[in-house]
């Protein structure tokens, strides 16, 4: 096998007009996952009756099962109960009228969720007691100290989990090429199918990734700076 430079190259620009629908499912399904994820993470901090053991039970399953089972269970299964109702209730609507990429999206989004809220929990943990304790000695409500002083605190801690999490989005966003979503991944396959040389299209999506990876590291080292900046009560 040799490798070729030139298609190396010819790839790689290919490549490059589908990073924003990578990047698209990223950032679709991590900010998704923060939301689920945090307030998972609030109903099990704070012992949320019976929505606390729903809640546990999410985080385990999800996070003991492979992120492309839940895209596979949520692309036949919303297809299924989608069609089922709109049966039911004499709907025109069927799932085959839902874009691919809606099933991308709540797939990574709930995969997102579980191991976020493990994140968000580990910074809630790390924030101290006695804070919330003081918020209500001055009158807040639980609800304004939690927004206000704790998890903004919570995040600030999690944040280098966050950046993980976000990697790890960007690299599983490879999975949606199973459901015909053509991101990186997929293209790198269809240009490499035009003459068999798959290793070379797939070196070219992998320095696309790594280039990608690096920038979200970068960016989140600036972030971090600069609450850690605040934080010691210097001007960011």
């Known amino acids: ?23 698209l499912i990223t950032a679709v399904s991590v900010v998704c996952g923060l939301v689920i994820g945090t307030a998972a993470a609030l109903i099990r901090t704070f012992r949320v009756p019976v929505l606390s053991e729903v809640a546990a039970a999410y985080v385990i399953f999800i996070r003991g099962t492979p992120m492309i089972t839940h895209l596979l269970l949520i692309y036949f299964g919303l297809s299924l109960g989608v069609d089922a109702l709109s049966k039911q209730f004499g709907w025109a ?11 991308a999206f709540i797939a990574f989004s709930i995969t997102a969720g579980a191991y976020a809220s493990e994140v968000i929990r580990s910074g809630l943990l790390a924030v101290n007691r006695g804070q919330l304790e003081a918020a209500h000695s001055i009158g807040m409500t639980t609800g304004q100290a939690l927004r206000r002083i704790v998890v903004p605190q919570a995040f600030a801690a999690s944040l280098p989990n966050v950046s993980n999490l976000v990697v790890g989005i960007l690299h599983a966003s490879s999975l949606a090429f199973t459901v015909s979503v053509v991101e990186v991944t997929a293209k790198a396959q269809i240009v490499a199918s035009t003459n068999w040389k798959f290793f070379d299209a797939y070196l070219a999506a992998a320095l696309i990734y790594w280039g990608l990876t690096l920038l979200i590291e970068r960016a989140s080292a600036l972030v971090e700076k600069r609450i850690n900046i605040y934080y010691r009560g210097g001007v960011a």
């Open 1 to 23: 096998m040799k490798l070729d430079p030139s298609f190396i190259w010819t790839a790689f620009v290919q490549i490059l007009s589908v990073i924003p629908t990578t990047l």
């Open 93 to 103: 609507f069927r799932s085959s009228s839902i874009p691919m990429i809606a099933f």
